[in-house]
């Protein structure tokens, strides 16, 4: 799951923007392609990273021996 995902989020809840999310039918089944990202905020459905949010990774064999991850497309840009 993502960092901030909050099961007690509605679907038609949105807790950046105000947007009325329930007038997106997409949003309502978790589909990324008709939902506003706004309206993905803190769900399943949310693929995107607000900058400043960060991208913390670390290897974990020692105490995880299951499993995968993958971290493509990423961008940074004057880190330090």
């Known amino acids: 799951k993502i960092p901030y995902f909050n099961p007690n989020y509605a679907w038609d809840y949105s807790p950046i923007g105000g947007l009325d999310c329930a007038s997106y039918p997409d949003c309502e089944t978790g589909l990324v392609s008709g939902c506003p990202w706004q ?19 670390t290897r974990n064999s020692d105490t995880y021996t299951n499993g995968w991850m993958e971290l493509t497309g990423n961008t940074c840009y004057k880190n330090g």
């Open 39 to 57: 309206c993905r905020y803190g769900k399943a459905s949310q693929d995107y990273i607000i900058d400043g949010s960060g991208v913390y990774v």
